[in-house]
């Protein structure tokens, strides 16, 4: 006999009650949760940054192998630890770049095991964060410091008029302007929240730009400080920015680093 109003046993409401708080007793809520969300299918991010460290070495490899003539030349001289025809031309500096890249990456390797240790988070992407901008800024900065054949002699010239030297600068030109600044503008918003913003890379790109034109120009370094150079190193600083805006620093992330702040004593 059952009471009135109740459920029989037989009914198929009643069943799934119980079957209901049988697997709530033995699987708690929470735990389903973790069950279920550790089942939804999602694109592990191992195989992604193998992807994109597999494609940036077939993109170095193919511009090593478009280039390795010229770099050739410049090969016997750098062996031989001269400076002229080695660290004085671009192919040179170029093939040092290269040579250096296995030292880069150990470099990066031994912060991010530091960095781990400690447990830190996004211990690899500040890592490399710190070293891109280091190891992919300073080659372009020493080429465009490279003295011409005039200087100290010729004095500092100027161009402040904007787009006049852009159409003279040819697409070569155009390009390397464009990478000169391009490492800080990619890793910068990786490394730092508060660069995490395309108008502030560009206002960093301008300013380190002009620190460079500066330099050109008081050095008397026999080449033009023009201000299209500062308008291309820009603009190339914040299209490298928002290539690395999936991997930007956020100001939260910043926050869960802080160590918690310590509770005054009671009393």
Sequence with gaps: ???KGSPAPG????RGRISNC???????????????????????????RLVLVGLAILGLASAVFAVRRPLMMAAPRCMAGRWHGCFDTENGVVLMTLAALPLAALVVWALAGRRRAADHTSAWRRSLAEVGMVYGTVPFVWMTLM???GAGIVPGRVSLVPL??????GSVGIGGNLLVFAAL??????????LASAPRILALGA????????AQYVLRLDRVSSVDDVLVN???AALAALASRPWWCTTAEVLSKQPPPALAPAG
């Design 1 to 3: 006999m059952t009471e």
């Design 11 to 14: 009914d198929s409401g009643y």
């Design 22 to 48: 049988i697997r709530h007793r033995n699987h708690p809520p929470s735990l389903m949760r973790g069950m279920n969300h550790s089942a939804s299918p999602s694109a592990p991010p191992r195989t992604r």
């Design 147 to 149: 003295p011409g054949s």
């Design 164 to 169: 006049q030297d852009l159409l003279t600068m």
């Design 185 to 194: 503008g990619f890793f910068a918003p990786m490394r730092f929240a508060v």
């Design 207 to 214: 300013g380190c730009s002009v620190l460079v034109e500066t």
């Design 234 to 236: 820009a603009v190339g």
